[in-house]
């Protein structure tokens, strides 16, 4: 078993928008290509141009359906590791290897000491665990943790490779811990959730959910169109009018 | 447990070098940084001062690096050895491969120079490709516009002068209502992700029409699941409900739309419905003010806008405006009816049309900039109608598509929402005269040997003498395009190109020359078909169509089925977004293709790149070349960018300032205003021929086609698929969606995005596909008029209960692609275009008309209909499946085990910590 450290002040984490992620992928496979390269990497794909491609994905996009007919909504759920604050993966492991950092809450895994027994991945119950058959090890999101104190990148790049990358602004991070932040704020605001809060892991990632949508008889404000009387002669007087050209 | 903790290795050297390029996984061309590290591709980022992306890049952008490293590259130019289609190659050398090109094309150029039919695929680089096919002499060239979206292009350039995506994009920070028509989103990604984002944030309202609830329309205040084709009706039916409120902009409508010229009223004449003219031939309008018939272009009248006026000749004529509130007044374009045509209730269409009048007149928008008009007069402030509207494709792919998105074009008009603040905006080089002022080069006497054409081979006919036609009235290009059968084709008939030279109509030709484009495939109709037609041959044996050469990135669908294989370059190889052509192309620029970048002179300062021109690079727009010009835009992260002033941001067919500057950077000749056209007379003048008059009229088999499809004024009509099948036989619309991570299919079969979308199932309504006893995975067989497949199914509720869809292009021939022959893509994976036919099904005696629109020729694919059984698959295995094609010499199957970025990566921990 491994212990957590006291929690720290801040809480680095993402705060995903279902308002206006469309699914597009996009912070998916960037954040493969970052990390492929990077300091977890290689994210190893199995078999890539055959019958049964699989690899290894910190990120991965949930596409469903909820509810019936004309009332159901089309959710696409992006899913990541949600560097909980009671995060089950950590205190399971046999060897210390999955840890939480003191400095800022991230969750992350040290290859040098993962045997791979997996039970991190059975301990988490967001299925953000990723195991590389081919290296031997878990592997997971980092929040870029060689992105975001990177001092060889310009400081606005320091931000996680899927934050940067989101084409809809549906990504966002920061610390949670800070309930001054921008993210905490925007939590606020928009009624900001945890993932299955039932569970007790206390997520520090946070989802918005979709805002109210305009589609019902006044919602812009518009009112029913008047109605024109047509003049009876069939001529359409309401175009006899000076106007400059 | 207890550990010390890891020391993170948190500021690892990301790459040893940055370039900057643009990205081409896509047309949107965003902007990117490559980061390279011992040589190879580290990362691909978007570059966050590029003005496309603003630094953001989607899933197939951010896959570029599985793109270039593919295991499917061709390295080296490909012979065939054996018989066509067996795949059977031999590897040659540049030298030869380049001698035997040059030798087929010479022989054809010197004899007969359209017997070359060059089709570019997805090359966005028509300023070269479409001068290349010009200076060859040949008219038989086109890039996939006529398979895509000519039909959204031409309604454009012919109404507004302009059109969505490339042309114009909303004016995402301002609008309060946003309209988005059918599958769109692919044109451009990025941006309307974005533009989606602000329009959300801000609290305006966004509208997804579209049968199918994909990506974006997921995110919609509102989905209206519209059937397929059907969307004019529901456009008009709006139309007709503003109307009846009188809640158009009339003042815009007099100021910048043909809405007060006179049309001639004089049922059964030879000019009836044309614009009167004087004289000098100026259009006429009624001027309340000198109650006379005048100049329609003065700026000092008051035109009517009603009425009928006495022309000089003693005829009658009506203004425009006058003859489009009498015909969409009219009680067949109520909502009750478009209810029925659409599926749209009569109730919703009313509120759309309110909270459009609402959005336009009531929350119209007021800028204080002063500007001057095309007439020199100053205004204060910029007045701004904030709804915008965006189609692509999915409204443009049928064979009503030219008329609906003249209609929607039309919409906007009535609206006052063009080029104003929160509308639609155009981007330069738009708006140009609608339409612009080239006619198609190859007309009798045009083409001859060695000789060039007189104009591009593509251009904007405005009347049957610009048809490329012979004297008995068939068509002249191979594909085709600007015959009677498709007058104004813009972007020619991609997809009749490979059936027209197997059947030798109108005449045989010797090579097809084809590049980035998956023509014996997913860009082709009747995919199966287009295979058997490129192996077919002649009764001496010979290949009906004899020499076939294709150049690909990739070991695609269509290699197997050309003599010569040109192997192509990708996006990270090579300074921008041309392909094949990016290699030394001729005499007069030895330095090759930088050379021709930054010295090619298309008119006296006009060349290919815009910024830094000049010998200094002081100028834009227009200038000498600039012997430094590509090294300026290298600095500048490989992008140049004009910020207009204020003052010439909008009504910009109307603005001084802009139409000045225009001139100024070779957009325009004249800083003439762009008078929009709700009445296209061009089709009037199609339309009188067929019924008719004039010299140059259509043959019979295809007077009523012409007739009754050239209206000046937008229609709908059943698209013609339907109109020719039984309903019941056939019940359900087939469509295609196209899933974001792969927005366009070029470039994404690679291993990273495969894992994304490996296959796909044919998604139905899931009340419908229940009642039918379907379950999800069920197989079943998907019958056209024309073919069958067989494959599996997906309920789900987000879709119209007549529409069944899949994605696009996601199915793969087994052994294509270097991938496994078990692969899913060919396994379970599947293509639609096996179900779809050039060619209408025969009725009344009529064979072999096209199964395109009317008036441009673009394939009406999105008109498919079909029934659905459910079926066994006992071998698991979609169907038709196609014999498996071999590797050319020398590709090495792929390894097991993919570690990219294995070499690169820096160790995890800065110090060890055992």
New interface residues.
Partial sequence: MTSLPPLAQKQLGLVIDLDTCVGCHACAVNCKEWNTGGTSGPLTDLDPYGADAAGVWFNRIHSFEAGEGDASRTVHFPKSCLHCAEPACVTVCPTGASYKRAEDGIVLINPETCIGCKLCSWACPYGAREYDYDGGTMKKCTLCIDRIYNENLEEIDRVPACVSTCPASARHFGDLGDPESKVSKLVAERGGFDLMPEMGYKPTNKYLPPRQRQNSSGCTGASALPVVEQSADGLLGWLDRILSR | ???Q??I???????SDEVKTTTCYMCACRCGIKVHL?DGAI?????N?AHPV?K?????????G?MNHYS?ARLSKPLLRVGERGAGEFKEIEWDEAMGLATQWLDKTRNEDPRKLAFFTGRDQSQALTGWWAQQFGTPNYAAHGGFCSVNMASAGLYSIGGSFWEFGEPDWDQT??FMMFGVA?DHD??PI??G??KL??R?A?YVAVNPV???????A??WLGVRPGTDGALILAIIH??L????ID??FL??YTNA?WLTIHAPGSADHGLFARDADGQVQCFD??SKSVTSAL??????????EFTLADGRMARPV??LL??RY?DPSHSPEKAAEITGISAETI??I???L???AF?QQIELPIAWTDWAGRQHESIIGRPVAIHAMRGISAHSNGFQTCRALHVLQMLLGAIDTPGAFRYKSPYPRPAPIGVRPGGKIGEVAPGKPLPRPPLGFPIGPEDLLVEQDGSGRRIDGAYSWQAPMANHGLMHMVIRNAWAGEPYEIDTLFMFMSNMAWNSSMNSAGTAEMLTAKKADGSYRIPHIIYSDAFFSETVAYADLILPDTTYLERWDCISLLDRPIGNAHPGGYADYLANHQRAPGIGMLAGWRGTDGSKAGTGEPNPNQLERYIENGCFWKYELPHNAQYYKHANKAYLDHAVQMGFIAKPDQIVLQLYVEPLQKFRLAAEGHGAIQPPEALRARVRDHFDPLPIWYRPFEQQRIEESEFPFYAITQRP??MYHAWGSQN??????H?ANRLHMN??TATAMGLVDEDWVNVTSHHGQITCQVKL???VNDRTVWTWNAIGKRSGA????P???EA?LGFLLNHLISETLPEQDGNRGDLNSDPVTGQAAWYDLRVRIEKTQAPAGQTLPALPTLHLPPNMK??E???????A??????KE???
């Fill in positions: 447990m207890k550990l903790a890891p993170e290795n948190l500021s690892p050297p990301v590290k580290r990362y691909i980022e978007g966050r992306n630094g953001v890049l989607c899933g197939k952008g951010s896959a690096i295991p309060r209502y989103e990604s990025n992700k974005a989606l984002a959300k944030e609290g309202k609830k994909t990506a974006y329309a997921a995110i205040d509102e409900e503003l009846k409120a009188q809640k009339l003042d007099v100021r007060p309340q003010m003065r700026a000092d009248i008051a035109p009517a806008l009603t009425g405006l006058r509130v009498e007044l009313r509120r049309a309110s909270e009048a609402h959005a009531e974001a991570a291993a990273w995005l495969r894992q994304i490996g899931r009340a789900m509720e987000g692609w270097n991938l496994d078990d692969a899913p396994r199957r792929p097991k085990v993919l570690r990219y970025g294995k690169m990566a820096e160790p995890y921990l060890d910590v055992k």
